[in-house]
């Protein structure tokens, strides 16, 4: 089989299952295939939660670049896999651009797993001006604190954005995802006027 015919039958995200099926061949086919798939730069490998092998296998992989969850299973002990592997070419993706990413996505694993880029941040004017332009600066400020309580060693918060973050007097509370809300991290709540939608359980990731 030539490996377009063969891209074009497993393209996308694939387990060893998966392709077994798709091609109809056995385990031991199907792990060099997949072999051969890499050995031409078309398959980019991951492992789920439970250590599980993930295949990304697009022509798209060829040509490099790199993805917001390329960044954040990279820096984070808690690992995306996805189907939406948008690939960014031709610039460097920052730490701060790929933390406002995973907020914009609302979804849980994606944020909870964006806190291990908070101990990675270098540049705090530009993550105030991307959390800014997106209305996302108490957002940002809230899962910071968090991260704080989570990972050793994060880096303290900028006076520069703490002092704007904070600067206009807010009331109203904000939901990370709507309607959820936890009982654990009251005090980070009440200073950045937002709901953490983590429990004490969801964040036993960081404490391995």
Same mark, same amino acid.
Do not use: C
């Given at each position: 089989?030539?490996?377009? +015919?063969? @891209?074009?039958?497993?393209?996308? !995200?694939?387990?060893? &299952?998966?392709?077994?099926?798709?091609? /109809?061949?056995?385990?031991?086919?199907? @792990?060099?295939?997949? =072999?051969?798939?890499?050995?031409?730069?078309?398959?980019?490998?991951?492992?789920?939660?439970?250590?599980?092998?993930?295949? %990304? @296998?697009?022509?798209?992989?060829?040509?490099?670049?790199? #993805?917001?969850?390329?960044?954040?299973?990279? /820096? #984070?002990?808690?690992?995306?896999?996805? #189907? +939406?592997? $948008?690939?960014? =070419?031709?610039?460097?993706?920052? !730490? &701060?651009?790929?933390?406002? $990413?995973?907020?914009?996505?609302?979804? %849980?694993?994606?944020?909870?797993?964006?806190?291990?880029? $908070?101990?990675?941040?270098?540049?705090?004017?530009?993550? $105030?001006?991307?959390?800014?332009?997106?209305? *996302?600066?108490? +957002?940002?400020?809230?899962?910071?604190?968090?991260?704080?309580?989570?990972?050793?060693?994060?880096?303290?918060?900028?006076?520069? %954005?703490?002092?704007?973050?904070?600067?206009?007097?807010?009331?109203?509370?904000? =939901?990370?995802?709507?309607? *959820?809300? #936890?009982?654990?991290?009251?005090?980070? +709540?009440?200073?950045?006027?937002?709901? !953490?939608?983590?429990? /004490?359980?969801?964040?036993?990731? =960081?404490?391995?």
């Amino acid at each position: 089989m030539k490996v377009n +015919e063969l @891209i074009e039958k497993v393209n996308g !995200i694939q387990t060893i &299952e998966s392709i077994k099926n798709a091609l /109809n061949v056995d385990r031991t086919r199907a @792990i060099y295939l997949i =072999y051969r798939l890499r050995k031409n730069g078309y398959v980019i490998t991951k492992q789920d939660s439970n250590n599980s092998r993930i295949y %990304f @296998i697009s022509k798209q992989n060829r040509l490099g670049g790199t #993805s917001y969850i390329d960044i954040i299973n990279e /820096n #984070s002990p808690i690992k995306l896999s996805s #189907s +939406e592997v $948008y690939k960014i =070419y031709g610039r460097n993706v920052s !730490i &701060e651009e790929t933390i406002v $990413y995973a907020l914009k996505t609302h979804r %849980f694993r994606y944020i909870l797993a964006s806190l291990g880029l $908070y101990k990675k941040i270098n540049n705090w004017k530009e993550l $105030y001006r991307l959390a800014k332009k997106n209305d *996302l600066i108490r +957002e940002v400020g809230a899962l910071y604190y968090l991260s704080r309580m989570i990972i050793p060693r994060v880096k303290k918060m900028s006076k520069f %954005f703490e002092y704007h973050a904070l600067l206009k007097n807010e009331n109203k509370y904000r =939901y990370i995802i709507q309607n *959820l809300k #936890s009982k654990d991290f009251s005090s980070i +709540e009440e200073k950045w006027k937002v709901f !953490i939608p983590f429990s /004490n359980e969801d964040l036993v990731g =960081y404490h391995k």
